[in-house]
């Protein structure tokens, strides 16, 4: 019996194949993962670009701890709409409204509270129910009575508006009282130690390095479970790497300053709770499911008017946060606040990760594409770039981020 001695030894590898593979194979493997997680970290990597660039150009001034924490006092409410647009557009839909309703619901904070002189605490509630009640309406004629969505709030926008303009009879309204204020304004108070730096923000910093690589850490193996496909592994930990010390530089930053401001606390716990819902909750797993196949999802005994409902009822609430939030910043409500608010919520949204045709997107993409628009405004207002390239400049940033998503879906043949 013959044996095939040729089929036991493998043929020589071709010169300098050995060597690229140990050099080279762990950066093609990274370089591997990236390119099909283009639409999780793209944005991420550009985040990071934008704000070296501009650090660059502004000779540093952009990460000045006094100018992050303007950065952060600024945007807040632009990040507290985007979450909630985020899953608007997730589920398929759009609201044109937030911007009129954040600036109506600001103005009755203002008539509640310094005309009439109601508590700010029973204010804020009150004002809470407004949103709620504002969304729940919008909600009811989308989900069950079948008007577009676009026709609805856009509607709904040109409604609040002139409320607003009623409400405050064409004036501007304040001052509000001093813990309504601080809401917009406010950082956390001293504790422990003389350090140099504030303590409270220091140890929120750190407990929130441990939480994200943590969820992190599950996410990836309930994926693994699941037979889903995930990063490498080396990617993974440059990821966590790099989101560690990008939390650390920013906590290091406002904690050298006064420490983190309140609203900063309050957009935490939203993208902490948020992003828990619609990972792991049912509720997330619907709005998910019909924005993604409407017609699978009613087959599947997901109650879709249901989940839009409470989509904007969600949405009409977040607005109204948004607007007390911009109110107790400003100290005064205006019958001008508000202005593009949507445009600006809508194009975060988008940038960060959300798809035209809805299924897709996550709440740490909608900050990031806040943050993205952010930094973009701060670091042209450093560089004294007018309000009309400002614009020009968005709007490409806004074309391009949909331009990539659309020319992604049609790579993978989706």
Known sequence: MSTDVTA?????????????????????LMLNGLRNNMRQYGMLIALGLIVVLFSVWTDGDLLLPRNVSNLVLQNSHILILAIGMMLVIIAGHIDLSVGSLTAFVGAFAAVLTVQHGVAWPVALVLCLLVGAVAGAAQGFMIAYFGIPSFIVTLAGMLIFRGLTEIFLEGQTLGPFPGGLEKMGNGFLPEAGPDTNYHN????????LIVFTVTQEF???????????????????????????????VVTMLLASYKGAPIVLI??????????????????????????GNLPAAKLSGVKDKRVTFYVFLNMGVLAALAGLVVAARLNAASPKAGLNYELEAIASSFIGGASMSGGVGTVLGAI?????????????????????????????????????????KRKSGS
């Open 8 to 28: 036991k030894t493998p043929a020589p590898a071709p010169p300098g194949k050995s060597g690229d593979a140990a050099s080279g194979g762990l950066l093609q």
């Open 200 to 207: 409270i923000t220091l140890l929120l910093g750190i407990v």
């Open 218 to 248: 599950r996410d990836r193996k309930r994926q693994q479970e699941f037979a889903l496909e995930v990063p490498p592994r080396n990617l993974f930990l440059l990821k966590l790497v790099a989101i560690s010390a990008a939390i650390l």
């Open 266 to 291: 309050i957009l935490g716990a939203l993208v902490v709770g948020y992003g828990y819902v619609m990972r792991n909750a049912v509720f997330g797993r619907h709005i998910y499911a019909i924005g």
């Open 368 to 408: 990031i594409g806040g943050l993205v628009l952010g930094v973009l405004n701060n670091g042209m207002n450093l560089l004294s770039v007018g309000t009309d390239w400002q614009q020009v400049i968005k709007g490409i940033a806004l074309l391009v981020a949909v331009g990539f998503d659309v020319w992604n």
